[in-house]
């Protein structure tokens, strides 16, 4: 692998939140050493950082990168090379925003990951959740209202972010197939949702015997359970059931605060895809079922923020984007930034994100030993935010695993 120098740059420590000078030095895809006046072992590129901040590559812990369509009901009867080649632009995207991981919380599977990890297809570090479970009738079903409930096809489609199983012994099955077929962990439906035509906000999703179910096979095979929750009483009863991160969570209330924090569960919110469905959902397709919901949740959102802060919450980066709305990505920095401050939040999109994906240490930060997952931004992302939003334009320099992308 090819050995760089990354030279005169300003070194971004996410723990500490300070900026200084340093050179990074990275060999056989890690960082081996950081400090001032590093020299450039024999054969080695050098990058001229001088005027630029060295920051570790963002993480998103909340993507659908199969979902090319926001009607995921359309999405999941594309046929499946369909489905995979429109994720190709999809994940391309992602990287040339400085996001050099992600976790999927549905859809993706090892394929895919497979793909960007070989460079077939450039992207991001991927960790699937394969497909998602729910109930019947819950925010994985995408069946329309009929007379008779015809079976659902979810588990052979690429397209389809979803798969329904009933019960512990088939919800056992199930998690023991995605882990089989590659999952790095898995997601389960906890509540009703906006993107679902069926299942309004207030619905709880599995059965507790259901849910302890699902967190003991995922234990069994060392991982662990992703949940989509919105309401205090769905986070409350899946974080007491054992699930290790929430994703959403805008109707979240300090008492269902203080019981993540007292299980040292995560919460990963999701700010940007509501505005963007609130914005485009319409015109891009979302169901008018779906549309009436979205304000039930979009204005709660930023309070839950403040709410779980206060409250010592670990909240990592995600954006759960659809369709043509994942240009937005990005911008989720700056709706988080503008109520907790810059720090906080690339403490988000980095370390936290890495101890999500079980990571610490290796991802999410400059120190040797790490994985060189690296960024040179035109800019100061801790005084200045908007140096990591649009399409990065900022950013002059992508590295994931020593490899430069975009230089």
């Known amino acids: 692998m090819t050995t760089l120098l990354i030279q005169g740059g300003n070194v971004l420590d996410v723990v ?12 056989n895809g890690k960082i081996s050493q950081t400090g001032v006046g590093l020299k450039a072992p024999a054969g080695a590129q050098v ?5 630029l901040t060295v920051m570790p590559g963002m993480i998103d812990c909340h993507t659908h990168i199969v979902a090319s369509q926001v009607n995921l ?14 994720a190709v632009p999809i994940l391309s995207g992602i990287l040339m925003r400085g996001f050099t991981s992600v976790r999927d919380a549905g859809g993706a599977n090892w394929s895919l990951a497979e793909a960007t990890r070989t460079d077939i ?22 069946r329309a209202r009929s007379d008779i409930i015809e079976p659902c096809a979810c588990s052979q489609r690429v397209g389809n972010i979803a798969r329904v199983v009933d019960g512990e012994d088939n919800i056992r099955l199930a998690i ?27 619905f709880l999703g599995y059965s507790e015997k259901e849910i302890r179910a699902a967190v003991e096979e995922a234990t069994n095979a060392s991982t662990y359970v992703m949940a989509h929750a919105y309401t205090p009483r769905a986070i409350t ?24 924090r007292e299980h040292n569960a995560f919460m990963v919110p999701t700010l940007i895809t509501f505005e963007a469905l609130a914005n485009e959902g319409a015109t891009l397709g979302l169901p008018a079922e779906s549309v009436s919901k979205i304000e039930v949740v979009r204005g709660a959102g930023k309070k839950a923020l403040e709410i779980l802060a206060k409250a010592g919450v670990k909240m990592g980066l995600g ?22 401050g810059n ?32 960024l040179l931004v035109d800019g100061n992302p801790l005084t200045d935010i908007s140096c990591l939003l649009g399409q990065g334009e900022h950013i002059r320099v992508i590295i994931k695993d020593g490899k430069t992308y975009k230089n």
């Open 16 to 27: 500490a939140l300070t900026v200084k000078p340093a050179d990074v030095l990275i060999e």
């Open 121 to 142: 297809i450039d992207g991001p570090r991927i960790f699937p959740s394969g497909r998602a479970l729910s109930q019947t009738g819950g925010h994985g079903d995408f």
């Open 73 to 86: 009901g359309l999405n999941a009867n594309l046929p499946n090379a369909l489905a995979t080649l429109r």
């Open 343 to 374: 720090g906080l939040v690339l403490q988000q999109a980095t370390l936290v994100g890495a101890e999500i994906v079980g990571m610490t240490d290796q991802l999410g930060i400059i120190k040797a030993g790490a994985i060189a997952d690296l």
């Open 47 to 51: 990058i001229d950082a001088r005027g």
């Open 176 to 202: 023991r197939e995605e882990i089989q077929m590659g999952a790095s962990q898995i997601k389960i439906m906890a509540s009703g949702g906006v993107a679902s035509p069926n299942d309004p906000i207030h």
């Open 319 to 340: 954006t759960d984007l659809l369709g043509a709305m994942h240009r937005h990505e990005s911008q989720e920095l700056k709706l988080r930034a503008d109520i907790l």
């Open 237 to 260: 009863r899946a974080v007491q059931c054992g699930v290790r991160t929430i994703e959403h969570g805008n109707l979240v209330d300090e008492a269902t605060a203080n019981v993540m």
